[in-house]
């Protein structure tokens, strides 16, 4: 094996050579002390031959994901887990693999969006009674005797001292943490691949569709998608809400792995995507469409800055290029789809589906107000 790899490799790698084996060290030798030129594959089998080397068995590759039309190898991205023990199964009728998936995005999509309208209401008809809660406990913590170095207690200055949108991307964040330490766990990583990565030619088609948006195999990826997430989140949460922000993150993530199963399906690569770059996009496309004067810059570039509404029109010419281009880096469809999303709700999407709550809220006010006086007996 050491000999057939310094043949394929040539002599520019600087290889040290095996011990001889056998008597057969000054072929070796000679061969050695030839010129590159002579080299050819004829003569190389030659060698081979003498040395007393057999050919080596030929090494049955894994099904790639991501091989294409053309046949190409397979050539795996950093922000990718390995996958040679995953094997995908493309169906011979694409079209009807995206049937499941559609319907679990539409699905998905109101069942989010309704959750969403009815926490707010429980929110608002609970804020009173937080209000006098709050009151007391701020008496109580005035009488108390306070104890120096509490921990709980500095924990809690911290949490108060957050914005609402920070607050509310904390969970998300710790979410992708914890999903981020399971990959790191070699028992699960099976487990992992099946669900937390998402690709039209799995088994599992649904689930990953959500649980992959909280999924980063790469610790570069999941920092930079975390820091967006963070840096925008005040911003989002102020023009969305809190209730309103959730259903249109979730929503952003099925909706964004949807579009890349379509482009998967229609192009014929069916690699696996994971991460939460659709819909960090989405955020990220509804600020820039909001607030197009916006002045942000790159982090390790302060001094530069630019306008929300030309880094938008970057991103998404970017992507753009990527998905012609093929390029396999990201997951540029999944981007694309979030970034249109993102444009669409917070231009068309928020009339449409916000606004119109109203009657889903009536139900559930109706069905919290008429529980108790059936359970009670008495009007």
Known sequence: MAWRG???RGWGCGQAWAAPVGGRGCEEVTAALAPPRLFGRRFNFVIQQKCGFRKAPKKVEPRRSDTGTSGKAHRRSALVPPLEETAFYPSPYPIRTLIKPLFFTVGFTGCAFGSAAI???E?????????????KADWLDSIRPQKKGD???EINKWWNHLSDGQRTVTGIIAANVLVFCLWRVPS????MTRYFTSSPASKVLCSPMLLSTFSHFSLIHMAANMYVLWSFSSSIVNLLGQEQFMAVYLSAGVISNFVSYVCKVATGRYGPSLGASGAIMTVLAAVCTKMPEGRLAIIFLPMLTFTAGNALKAIIAMDTAGLILGWKVFDHAAHLGGALFGIWYVTYGHELIWKNREPLVKIWHEIRTDGPKKGGGSK
């Open 151 to 153: 921990f709980r207690k």
């Open 123 to 135: 929110s608002l008809k609970s804020r009173v009674q937080s209000y006098f809660d709050g009151i």
């Open 6 to 8: 310094w043949s394929q």
């Open 188 to 191: 699960l990583k099976r487990t």
């Open 119 to 121: 926490w707010q209401y």
